[in-house]
Nanobody, 127 residues
Framework: QVQLVESGGGLVQAGGSLRLSCAAS????????MGWFRQAPGKEREFVAG????????AYGDFVKGRFTISRDNAKNTVWLQINSLKPEDTAVYYC????????????????????WGQGTQVTVSS
């Protein structure tokens, strides 16, 4: 069982930056691959970024284009998402999620494979 708590969202102007955090409970955090997803009103939840248990493998959604960076610190049970050059279309609720089923070595993009989810943090970008 893993509990995930996101923070760091807020209202920011276009072109600004945010760093989202996801704090995990439990001693097994280091064996899970982690992912960030987002969901805008009226849209499906989409993959933003993912990171393997060791941090050696990362993956990003096609729309990211170098603006997002995912990282993790297993000693702190935390994964981060740095978002730069924010755009109004980045407005969404951002969720972190943990994938326990691959031993943490793979980064997967489907929402269906993630076992635990946080409550989300709202990011709103004004133009």
């Amino acid at each position: 069982q893993v509990q995930l708590v996101e923070s760091g969202g807020g209202l920011v102007q276009a072109g600004g930056s945010l760093r989202l955090s996801c704090a995990a409970s439990g001693r097994r955090f280091s064996i899970y691959a982690m992912g960030w997803f987002r969901q805008a009103p009226g849209k499906e939840r989409e993959f933003v970024a993912g990171i393997s248990r060791s941090g050696s493998v990362t993956a990003y959604g096609d729309f990211v284009k170098g603006r997002f960076t995912i990282s993790r610190d297993n000693a702190k049970n935390t994964v981060w998402l740095q978002i730069n050059s924010l755009k109004p279309e980045d407005t969404a609720v951002y969720y972190c999620a943990a994938d326990s089923s691959t031993g943490g070595s793979l980064v997967r993009r489907s929402t269906n494979v993630y076992d635990w989810w946080g409550q989300g943090t709202q990011v709103t970008v004004s133009s």
